[in-house]
T-cell receptor, first 111, second 112 residues
Framework: DVKVTQSSRYLVKRTGEKVFLECVQD?????MFWYRQDPGLGLRLIYF???????EKGDIPEGYSVSREKKERFSLILESASTNQTSMYLC??????????FGEGSRLTVL | GENVEQHPSTLSVQEGDSAVIKCTYS??????FPWYKQELGKGPQLIID?????GEKKDQRIAVTLNKTAKHFSLHITETQPEDSAVYFC???????????FGSGTQLTVLP
């Protein structure tokens, strides 16, 4: 089975702190994604990557950056966390047919 | 870009009844329409998908229909069971784009 693992299920950070969310997939997928999930807004794409060291902005990239140094790992970075970044963050990788496989999510609270 | 609207936002049905969730999309070039189910505390999981060369697809109690002319697609769940209770998301993507645009989600509750 495909497994997408997010390093932290729950995080609490303070405004201005730097936050790293790590994601690892074990199926050698080329494409990886970071989504943000908020009630009533569905899943919104933050950033995605088609290859190592490659990244593209999604619909809501402001305040975020990403890193893909290895094929299996895709990190989301909040350079200076703000309260409006309190949310559920979902990492995913996609198969060649386009099916997304999600991790279990990282719930971030910024105080 | 693509815009996907999903209705209703909440849906309650009696066990054994059918449930229908509807989505509309804006990009006429979209050609892939998956549905994801998210159980409490878990990430979304694909339950069924349809491509634009097909009008309907079934998998046991779940079916998806697609109307390309009207730009809408629907999820149908028959003989609902309590374990069908979850949040359901529709999504769409075009051939030129490799990322999915999701609807806002439907909280389905199946009442015993």
């Amino acid at each position: 089975d495909v497994k997408v693992t997010q390093s932290s299920r729950y995080l609490v950070k303070r405004t201005g702190e730097k936050v790293f969310l790590e994601c690892v997939q074990d199926m050698d997928h080329e494409n990886m994604f970071w989504y943000r999930q908020d009630p009533g807004l569905g899943l919104r794409l933050i950033y995605f990557s088609y290859d190592v060291k490659m990244k593209e902005k999604g619909d809501i990239p402001e305040g975020y950056s990403v890193s893909r140094e290895k094929k299996e790992r895709f990190s989301l970075i909040l350079e200076s966390a703000s309260t409006n970044q309190t949310s559920m963050y979902l990492c995913a990788s996609s198969s060649p047919t386009g099916e997304l496989f999600f991790g279990e999510g990282s719930r971030l609270t910024v105080l | 870009g693509e815009n996907v609207e999903q209705h209703p936002s909440t849906l309650s049905v009696q066990e054994g009844d059918s449930a229908v969730i509807k989505c509309t999309y804006s990009d006429s070039a979209s050609n892939y329409f998956p549905w994801y189910k998210q159980e409490l505390g878990k990430g979304p999981q694909l339950i069924i998908d349809i491509r634009s060369n097909v009008g309907e697809k079934k998998d046991q109690r779940i079916a998806v229909t697609l109307n390309k002319t009207a730009k809408h697609f629907s999820l149908h769940i028959t003989e609902t069971q309590p374990e069908d209770s979850a949040v359901y998301f529709c999504a769409a993507t075009s051939g030129s784009a490799r990322q999915l645009t999701f609807g806002s989600g439907t909280q389905l509750t199946v009442l015993p």
